[in-house]
Each structure stands twice: as C-alpha cells, then as structure tokens.
C-alpha cells in the first residue's frame, strides 16, 4: 500500500524522534525518496528542532543565577 | 560526576539532610534552566518567572527530606516549578490568554504544515545574527501554552518524553501529541521565514556570504 502526503505528515515528529515502528518507516523512507514536497517538509521540520534546541535562543536573564543562590543562601543561613 | 546521575543525587540529599546544606547549591544548579523556563512559558513575564523560580528552589530545599527518589530530581523539582506557576495563575484572574482551562484541554488548530517545494538548511551558526533567534523566540512564545510547555521541556531543555509526561502531569500519549502539533504550527509558523537564513550559493565558501 503506498501511504499518501498526509499521512506522512502525521507521522512526522515521531519520525524525527526515531519512534515510528520498522514497517512505517520504510514506508515514509520509500514516499521520501519520489515526494520532494514531504522532503521538504521533514527537512524543514527537523531544521525548526535543532535551531530551536540551540542554548543561544533562550538564554537565564543576566544575573539570574547569582540572584538565586544568594536568595538561597538566606533561606539555608535560616534552616 | 554531574548532578543528573541519581546516585550523586541521592548521596547530595543525604548529606544536606545531615547537615551540609551548601551542597543544595550544587544540587538545584541543574535545575535552573528548566525551571526557569517552565515557569516564563506558564507566567509570560520574566520577572515573576524569576521570582517563582526562586521561590520553587527554597520550597525544593524546605522539602528535600520528602523527596523519595521514585522519579528523577528534576521531575520532582520541576512539578514543584509547575505547581508554583500554576498557583501564581490561578491568583490573576483576568489573565484570559493561556486561561487555565486551556492547560487542561486540547486545542483544536490546524496543524497543517507549510508546504515547500524544496529546502535548504539553516545552519545553527545562523543563530549569531541576533534576528534569528528573536524570530524563534516569538514563535515559540506565540504558542498556546500547552503546546509551548511541552515544546519548551522536550525540544528546548531535551528531556524525554517520560520525564516530560511526569514534569507536566500529562501522559505520555498526550506528550507525543501535542508535541507533534507544536512543531507543525512552529514549521507553518517559521518555514516561510527561515528561508533568507539559509546560506545563500555553495556552503563550501561559507554560508551567508
């Protein structure tokens, strides 16, 4: 059975995440090879993730961390 | 050893229990970031994500002896983190955006992706043109908070979907769910917009040249 474009797409996160099963992915893998759309897609998809794992996109406030340990210094002086 | 192995965890609480209580400061330190973060993405303002974060961290170490050691450090902390942002909302009413209801329920969207002819990828060195990652941030901001939170702990901070599940209080089903619809709206929302970052002729001679 040949799997159309939607039906990719449905899958597309679990597929990025390695947790679609053998069959479904071979699947994916052979609509892959002919569907420049899906192709395009998934890599788009899987762009998105990585750029948005990247430690330089949300960044702790300047100072946060100091401020933190020095509230928590308090409360441990305390207790 | 780092903190997130759990027998450095275990031997850590110990022995701040027993009385060497500077060591809390190495043991939340790993924390920080998720907290931090879980709690801007329910509060939606830096200085009251801060202030709870604080305040999840002495709540974490007034109740360290309760913690029992049946789920990571982490998630424990971070389902203090959740609570303590889910309190501060409960107590401003009129914030209508990301209402609680909207915690609990799923919303119905079109998750439909951006439909492109082909690709080229942007590379993460692309993050040092500081337009970039504002683009990014807003994206993800714009979220409905139930998809953001999920984003933010499982593609953001890279925790995986038990932890994940744990952390928020949903299943793991609904994880994988809202996940999947979260990088579909941010693919629709991005895909378009990533294009002018992607290097313009061959990258051998460097990308955006």
């Keep these: 059975m040949r799997i159309d474009c939607k039906h990719v797409w449905e899958h597309i996160s679990a597929y990025i995440d390695g947790e679609v099963d053998a069959k479904v992915r071979a699947e994916i893998d052979r609509h892959l090879e002919t ?6 897609v998934l890599d788009s998809t899987r762009n998105v993730v990585v750029l948005v794992a ?21 409360e441990l002086e305390l207790r | 050893m780092t903190a997130h192995n759990p027998e450095f965890e275990t031997e850590c609480i110990r022995r701040i229990l027993s009385g060497e209580k500077q060591l809390f400061h190495t043991l939340i330190r790993p924390c920080e970031r998720p907290v931090y973060f879980l709690l801007l993405s329910l509060l939606h303002n830096e200085a009251e994500a801060e202030d709870a974060a604080q305040e999840t961290a ?9 913690f029992r050691g049946d789920s990571q450090f982490r998630t424990w902390v971070l389902s203090i983190a ?8 409960r107590k401003v009413e009129t914030r209508r955006e990301d209402s609680l209801e909207g915690l609990a329920e799923d919303q119905s ?6 439909i492109l002819a082909s690709w080229r990828e942007v590379p993460v060195e692309a993050l040092e043109r500081k337009e970039l990652g504002a683009l990014l941030r807003t994206a993800i901001e714009d979220l409905p908070v139930i998809y953001r939170n999920v984003v933010l702990l499982r593609d953001i901070e890279e925790m995986d979907v038990r932890e ?23 693919q629709r929302e991005l895909a378009p ?17």
Excluded at chain 1, 35 to 40: G, H, L, Q, W
Excluded at chain 2, 82 to 89: I, K, S, T
Excluded at chain 2, 164 to 186: D, F, N, P, W, Y
């Design chain 2, 193 to 209: 917009k990533l294009k002018g970052f992607a290097p313009k002729r061959a990258r051998l001679f460097g990308w955006g040249a």
């Design chain 1, 35 to 40: 569907c420049e759309i899906c192709s395009a």
């Design chain 2, 82 to 89: 959740r609570n303590e942002g889910l309190g501060r909302l």
């Design chain 2, 58 to 66: 002495i709540k974490v170490y007034r109740n360290l002896h309760l």
């Design chain 2, 164 to 186: 994940t599940a744990a952390a928020l209080g949903i299943t793991e089903g609904a994880v994988k769910v809202r996940l999947h619809r979260a990088r579909a709206m941010l």
């Design chain 2, 109 to 114: 969207g079109d998750f439909t992706p951006a």
């Design chain 1, 54 to 74: 990247d430690d330089r996109v949300f960044e702790l406030p300047a100072g946060f961390s100091d401020r933190l340990h020095a509230r928590l210094d308090r």
